[in-house]
């Protein structure tokens, strides 16, 4: 397998669109529902109007996007307990240039495309919440290592390993992995693949095609989130390796040729693919990568996440991954940014759950900030330490930071029954959702945010620099977490 033909495919996750919150944070002493001065003041001040007269949230980057381009793609949000197909069927009758896209996926959302006087309807609508953009995000470490295979060291790192010897290995419980579907043949898989369904969008007007195996917008059941269909293989390369290497981290069992045990060897993996092919070389360019390329809408995410909280309890799901993260820092939770929080109410949802949405703070090297949707008050925010036990240089830190795991030179699963090296908080991310699956089997009574709280509580303390500021962000120590818990728990 040529890894270089593959990481030239994708890019850094860009940023997803928002909506406001309804969940306490996880740790409120750092997360606030309000962005810090600068570019998103505008913002701020559309939010406040909003709530004063019960308007839609509408982000002024979006009003002018429309004006410039005359429609585009969005998410329109509605209020609670509005008849999704009611508003769509209004909408479509505003404007002949708009048009709804997909009304049948959620009871919260829709989306169409929307023109100015579309978007004026939308503004007097009492019943819409938001509308923001459907935006398209790529996902990708950011480089394959020449460095020393790595999982191995980073289980023992972490002590997963050894939390495994003692018995919590996950079993009776899931990882979802929202990603570009998975290798379901892999060795490293055999036997623990619970479920699968894929959420990828069709749109002639952006180029997108979709990539799940029976090509329309979305499948569940056995074989849905197949990685190895024509439409991952770019030239001789498949471009969906990145969703097997990360479920690989979190959950893969030790066979012949494999590095090691994921963090959480006997978890069950519920795999969702939720990216589309792009054959546009100018919207591929504008990622950096060449086309075709793998890109994600928010609203398919939005879609995945909803169905991961349908089948939450039936697969006893105990964390779901996100190794998404681009665009620019938020050194402040960024609820109440329309351009930043989409995934907000899923986030919320499954948190009630008990399922913890896990998300990569992303690979820019912001020194006090995360990319969205890691700035999402309610998600688990992983940031990348190296071998030896440090920030890695290129990961975003500061006070978002939840936890930090290994995400250098990590060696997991990619298509073709292999495996390979991989750098980034792509990486890290899943040995956090893993051990969410141990903690989720230790300690079947916590809540997200207590689980959240031993981790921080037990894990290795890294400390750091943000903005002048010297902060203490724990990593992740499985053993040390699950070393009260008795065999009675589970």
Not at 16 to 37: F, N, Q
Not at 86 to 104: C, F, M, P
Request: hydrophobic content about 40%; overall charge positive.
């Amino acid at each position: 397998m040529r890894l270089r033909s593959l990481l030239a495919c994708v890019a850094a996750l860009a940023t997803t669109s928002a909506v406001l919150c309804a969940t306490p944070a996880l740790h409120a002493g750092t997360r606030l529902s309000w962005v810090p001065p600068g570019p998103r003041d505008g913002a701020m001040a559309l939010n406040a109007r909003s709530r004063k007269t019960s308007e839609p949230v509408v982000s002024d980057g979006l009003v002018e996007e429309i004006q410039a381009k005359t429609r585009v793609r969005c998410i329109i949000q509605l209020k609670e307990d509005q008849n999704v197909r009611a508003v769509a069927n209004d909408i479509e009758k505003a404007s002949e240039a708009g048009r709804v896209l997909k009304a049948n996926g959620s009871s919260s959302f829709f989306v169409a495309e929307v023109d100015q006087r579309t978007l004026d309807e939308l503004r007097k609508d009492p019943r819409v919440q938001a509308v923001y953009k459907d935006e398209l995000s790529a996902a990708a470490p950011i480089s394959a290592s020449a460095m020393p295979p790595g999982l191995d060291l980073s289980t023992d790192l972490i002590g997963s390993n050894r939390a495994n010897a003692a018995g919590w290995t996950g079993r009776g419980t899931a990882v979802a992995v929202l990603d570009t579907g998975i290798d379901r043949g892999h060795p490293f898989f055999a036997g623990r693949i619970v479920d699968e369904a894929c959420f990828s969008s069709s749109d002639a007007g952006n180029g997108t095609v979709s990539l799940c195996p029976n090509n329309r917008p979305s499948q569940t059941g056995a074989g849905a989130a197949d990685a190895n269909t024509a439409r991952c293989l770019v030239g001789d390369a498949n471009a969906c390796f990145h969703g097997s290497h990360v479920a690989g981290i979190a959950a893969g069992r030790m066979v012949p040729g494999a590095p090691s045990n994921g963090v959480a060897p006997e978890a069950g993996i519920l795999a969702v693919q939720v990216f589309s092919r792009l054959e546009n070389p100018l919207s591929c360019a504008s990622l950096r990568v060449r086309a075709p390329c793998l890109l994600s809408y928010t609203s398919d995410q939005k879609l995945a996440l909803e169905y991961v909280a349908r089948v939450a309890r039936a697969h006893r799901v105990a964390a779901v991954n996100l190794s998404l993260g681009g665009g620019e820092p938020y050194t402040r939770a960024c609820d109440a940014d329309p351009a930043a929080s989409a995934l907000k109410p899923e986030f919320d949802a499954l948190a009630r759950l008990g399922v913890a949405a896990v998300v990569a703070a992303g690979n820019e090297g912001f020194t006090a900030g995360v990319t969205a949707p890691a700035c999402v008050s309610t998600a688990v925010t992983v940031g990348a330490s190296d071998a030896g036990d440090a920030p890695a240089s290129f990961t975003n830190r500061g006070p978002l930071l939840d936890l930090f795991a290994p995400g250098v030179a990590i060696r997991s699963a990619v298509p073709g029954g292999t495996y390979a090296e991989m750098t980034g908080t792509s990486m890290a991310a899943p040995h956090v959702a893993g051990v969410f699956a141990l903690m989720r089997q230790a300690y079947p009574r916590l809540s997200v945010a207590q689980t959240l709280r031993r981790l921080q509580a037990t894990g290795r303390r890294l400390r750091y620099t943000a903005g002048g500021t010297s902060i203490t962000t724990a990593r992740v120590d499985a053993e040390r977490a699950t070393a009260t818990a008795t065999r009675s728990a589970a």
